[in-house]
């Protein structure tokens, strides 16, 4: 079975340039996540998704991040503009469905770094 | 709200010998417990996981109980190997389907 597939997964961009990330969850999987983990901290959620619908996004920074999920299936988190702040790695992960202990399965994560 | 304390790293060890890893939790109502581990140059994997009070996480020869009367869920191993230098992060899952994930807990093991 594949994994979370998530590309590209380094980038490197000047400030208040536009980047955007992609993730393939693991075919079934109808919850999607995002998370952003900072160098040396675990990863924070930004947004999840119940397939199309975000039903939590209360961290993400909707002044410049959006994310979309058509079709329930791929997703794509964009940041517009970009700030140094923003040099992470972005995560992608998913799980089969809601409910407590469910496991989530992650993708390799995008490495940002904003000059 | 949630939150999740570990130890700090780097945790150095010799083959052979014994980890802890130490974990605690703050969190309304009864959590689910996890360990996740971060290799070299990879993607987060699921280490171990315990959805109620008293039950023990099993896998690789890692081991964590869910103590609800101290919030803890401290990692052990009884062994090392080389192959084990990670990053390992304890997180909790309060039924909301949100990861609470703590620092990150370095270990390096050396042959």
């Known amino acids: 079975e594949a994994g979370v597939v998530q590309s590209p997964r380094y980038k490197i961009i000047e400030k208040k340039q536009p980047v955007a990330f992609w993730c393939n969850p693991i075919?079934?999987?109808?919850?999607l996540y995002w998370y952003r983990q900072n160098l040396g901290q675990g990863p924070e959620l930004l947004i999840r998704y119940e397939n199309e619908e975000a039903v939590d996004d209360s961290q993400l920074p909707k002044d410049r991040f959006s994310a979309e999920r058509l079709k329930g299936v791929d997703s794509t988190l964009k940041i517009q503009p970009a700030e140094l702040g923003d040099s992470a790695v972005y995560l992608c992960?998913?799980?089969?469905?809601?409910?407590?202990?469910?496991?989530?399965?992650f993708g390799p994560g995008t490495r940002l770094l904003v000059l | 709200g949630n939150s999740v304390t570990q130890m700090e790293g780097p945790v150095t060890l010799s083959e052979e010998a014994f980890l802890t890893i130490n974990c605690t939790y703050t969190a309304t109502g009864y959590p689910s417990l996890f360990w996740y581990v971060q290799y070299p140059g990879e993607g987060l994997q699921l280490l171990l996981k315990a959805t109620k009070a008293d039950d023990k996480g099993s896998n690789k020869g890692f081991e964590a109980t869910y103590r609800k009367e101290t919030t803890s869920f401290h990692l052990e191993k009884g062994s090392v190997q080389v192959s084990d230098s990670a990053v390992y992060f304890c997180a909790l899952d309060n039924a909301g389907n949100m990861l609470t994930f703590g620092g990150g807990t370095r270990l390096m093991v050396k042959p």
């Open positions: 992960a998913s799980s089969t469905r809601q409910g407590p202990g469910q496991t989530q399965y």
């Open positions: 075919s079934g999987h109808n919850t």
